[in-house]
T-cell receptor, first 113, second 112 residues
């Protein structure tokens, strides 16, 4: 078994602020993902990384940067927080390939004042 | 990417067997059918997946139509812990198809 840890659990920011979210996994998975979930909605892919040093844009990459520092960690940066923004950011990991399931972390809940 | 269609909600009673339908009429040959579930304040939890054959594990049975245009997740003897939003997702196996495309899913309510 393994676990995905996301920090922080809750993040409160100011409009225009640059905010960084972190994700660690100990599954030894190749691939990591960042999704955004708005209240009552499905997930939208922001960035993913097939392997260390790789970075791929998802459907919602504008306004975000990502960094795969090493195999076990993947960071997401909100480059300029939008006023009244509220969302949950979910990190996931998997082996590479569509036949491998993704495992998700508990999420970081962002509120922008 | 192909889309899925699910009912918004379903209700059940503890001990019942629940059938959650999913329509995916435009599924392509290399797309897997994945099911995840999510409860409030937690990330999605993997339930099961399949390509063409029916599959079963400790959580559920996945029945896939022979033409692959629909599937049904079958939850035997549901308990209160099975109350969640269930997402039916298609996922490719090549290049940029790594992503899971979540819709709004089916909210399953289980009463005692």
């Amino acid at each position: 078994g393994g676990i995905i840890t996301q920090t922080p659990k809750f993040l409160i920011g100011q409009e225009g602020q640059k905010l960084t979210l972190k994700c660690q996994q100990n599954f030894n998975h190749d691939t990591m993902y960042w999704y955004r979930q708005d209240s009552g909605k499905g997930l939208r892919l922001i960035y993913y990384s097939i392997t260390e040093n790789d970075l791929q844009k998802g459907d919602l990459s504008e306004g975000y940067d990502a960094s795969r520092e090493k195999k076990s960690s993947f960071s997401l940066t909100v480059t300029s927080a939008q006023k009244n923004e509220m969302a949950v950011f979910l990190c996931a990991s998997s082996h590479w390939g569509g036949f491998y399931e993704q495992y998700f972390g508990p999420g970081t809940r962002l509120t922008v004042l | 990417d192909a889309k899925t269609t699910q009912p918004d909600s379903m209700e059940s009673t503890e001990g019942e067997t629940v059938h959650l339908p999913c329509s995916h009429a435009t599924i392509s040959g290399n797309e897997y059918i994945y099911w995840y579930r999510q409860v409030p304040l937690q990330g999605p939890e993997y339930v099961t997946h399949g390509l063409q054959q029916n599959t079963t594990n400790s959580m559920a049975f996945l029945a896939i139509a022979s033409d692959r245009k629909s599937s049904t997740l079958i939850l035997p003897h549901v308990s209160l812990r099975d109350a969640a939003v269930y997402h039916c997702i298609l996922r490719g196996n090549q290049g940029g198809s790594a992503k899971l495309i979540f819709g709004e899913g089916t909210k399953l309510t289980v009463s005692s």
